[in-house]
């Protein structure tokens, strides 16, 4: 877990309040961590502690075997007397059960193991939360390309229907785009509402038939020069701005 969260042992400890040395007992299983460390690494990798404290627990008795001192001998009458050993006296130390230390260095690998488990699950839902949020955000930022004049085309009379939403900028009830680049000779429901605002901040555009023409060129150029953007009577996204937000004159 401490690997896949891509934390050194110095970042722990800032994060945690136990020593980085500390750190280094506990992950190279020369000592078992307290309960109260295992809790903060669950909580700052943002996995469930639950589980990892009952492993803890398990491996804190055998833990606990591994400790003890204390030797069985038998008695003058073939019963048990148990006589404390000096963890100094290397005779005494071969006299400790050495099956203990396979049997916590499995536990210890067990935590380890679930700790690593738990933190590639976590991983791997938060990349799916951003990959789905990404996808989200550039199908809202697609930009429709708007038509163009043609042979075909059927003259619609469009309604203009200026209100002022509460994040203060102004809509005609026809589209709500900020950022659909209209040229000349684009036609549709996006240019019908720029004649509208054209028409709202006083440099009318002609009829509101939604079709980018001469009129509406030159009032955008107006409207460009006032507000001292680029004049080059295409409607972008800084041009919109001023149309949204911009007060009658």
């Given at each position: 877990m401490k690997d896949r969260?891509?934390?050194?042992?110095?970042?722990?400890?800032?994060?945690?309040?136990?020593?980085a040395r500390s750190w280094?007992?506990?992950?190279?299983?020369?000592?078992?961590?307290?309960?109260?460390?295992?809790?903060?690494m669950a909580r700052i990798c943002g996995v469930d502690p639950v589980r990892l404290l009952a492993l803890h627990e398990t491996a804190a008795e055998h833990w606990a075997e591994q400790q003890r001192t204390i030797t069985i001998t038998p008695g003058p009458h073939g019963s048990d007397?148990?006589?404390?050993?000096?963890?100094?006296?290397?005779?005494?130390?071969?006299?400790?059960?050495?099956?203990?230390?396979?049997?916590v260095?499995?536990?210890?690998?067990?935590?380890?193991?679930?700790l690593s488990v738990s933190l590639s699950l976590?991983?791997?839902?938060?990349?799916?939360?951003?990959?789905?949020?990404?996808?989200?955000?550039?199908t809202e930022n697609v930009v429709a390309t708007p038509a163009t004049v043609s042979e075909s085309l059927v003259p619609v009379v469009y309604t203009c229907r200026p209100q002022r939403s509460d994040d203060g900028l102004w809509h005609?009830?026809?589209?709500?785009?900020?950022?659909?680049?209209?040229?000349?000779?684009?036609?549709g429901p996006e240019v019908a509402e720029a004649q509208c605002l054209l028409r709202r901040v006083g440099t009318s555009p002609g009829d509101i038939d939604g079709v980018f023409g001469?009129?509406?060129?030159?009032?955008?150029?107006?409207?460009?020069?006032?507000?001292?953007?680029?004049?080059?009577?295409?409607?972008?996204?800084?041009?919109?701005?001023?149309?949204?937000?911009?007060?009658?004159?």
């Open positions: 969260s891509g934390l050194s042992t110095l970042q722990l400890a800032t994060k945690t309040g136990y020593s280094q007992r506990y992950l190279n299983g020369r000592t078992l961590p307290p309960q109260e460390a295992v809790e903060a007397t148990s006589t404390p050993t000096d963890p100094t006296d290397p005779t005494a130390t071969s006299r400790r059960s050495y099956g203990t230390y396979p049997r260095l499995v536990m210890s690998g067990a935590v380890a193991l679930v976590l991983l791997a839902v938060r990349l799916a939360d951003a990959r789905a949020q990404l996808t989200r955000a550039r005609a009830g026809l589209s709500r785009t900020m950022n659909t680049i209209l040229a000349y000779t684009h036609v001469p009129k509406t060129q030159r009032a955008v150029i107006r409207l460009q020069t006032r507000a001292g953007l680029v004049v080059d009577g295409v409607i972008g996204p800084h041009t919109w701005q001023a149309l949204r937000e911009a007060d009658p004159t």
